[in-house]
């Protein structure tokens, strides 16, 4: 595709609802990327994969956030049980090989 | 810990001046130093790198500088322009951890005509 692609574009959800953010990756790119960026701040790194593993889940916030990619393709972040802390926009980029990320326009998740 | 930060959070410039942008980071280890742009709504946008074995390297209109010595890092626009208006975050890959990119803060560049 043109470049990474992420849906929906804006998720407004109740408290302690699951929701699932998706990402669609620019074709070819082996390495993805989550991270989540709150109003006014930096972006904060969530998860990476590498192919469809995932060596480093070092910056989920809780065991509510989880995320899984089927082989190079679509990456789904999933959180369960959402709180209003977990309202943020949500970026996905994807990288040929480990150094310039393309990134999505993101998600905008909030939690009434 | 790992943090990058920037010195300033708003910058406002008149259109055609140079803006510089600046970033300090705290960890010695990455292995290349990154600006992007981020314009409202979207997503950030790659705007030039640099090794950490470099001091300087150029682009179309933009120069990064990296001092080592004082861990500190920035982004000069030349003949700035409207459309250069943006947030402008500096950024740490590090290759031994997948490429996993640490962000600073932000800074907001204004372009007045």
């Known amino acids: 595709g043109a470049g990474v692609s992420q849906s929906p574009s804006n998720k407004v959800t109740e408290k302690g609802k699951d929701v699932e953010l998706r990402c669609d990756p620019i074709s070819g790119h082996t390495a993805l990327y989550w991270y989540r960026q709150r109003l006014g701040q930096g972006l904060e790194f969530l998860i990476y994969?590498?192919?469809?593993?995932?060596?480093?889940k070092s910056g989920l916030p809780s065991d509510r956030f989880s995320a899984e990619r089927t082989g190079e393709s679509v990456s789904t972040l999933t959180i369960q049980r959402t709180q209003q802390e977990d309202s943020a926009v949500y970026l996905c980029?994807?990288?040929?090989?480990?150094?310039?990320?393309?990134f999505g326009a993101g998600t905008r998740l909030s939690v009434l | 810990g790992e943090s990058v930060g920037l010195h300033l959070p708003t910058l406002s410039v008149q259109e055609g001046d140079n803006s510089i942008i600046n970033c300090a980071y705290s960890?010695?280890?990455?292995?290349?130093f990154i600006w992007y742009k981020q314009e409202s709504g979207k997503g950030p946008q790659f705007i030039i790198d640099?090794?950490?074995?470099?001091d300087k390297r150029q682009g179309q209109r933009v120069t990064v500088l990296l001092n080592k010595t004082v861990k500190h890092l920035s982004l000069q626009i030349a003949a700035t322009q409207p459309g250069d208006s943006a947030v402008y975050f500096c950024a740490e890959l590090y290759y031994n951890q997948g490429g996993k990119l640490i962000f600073g803060q932000g800074t907001e560049l204004s372009v007045k005509p």
């Open positions: 980029a994807s990288s040929p090989q480990l150094n310039i990320q393309y």
């Open positions: 960890n010695s280890a990455s292995d290349y």
């Open positions: 994969f590498q192919g469809n593993s995932a060596p480093d």
């Open positions: 640099i090794r950490s074995n470099m």
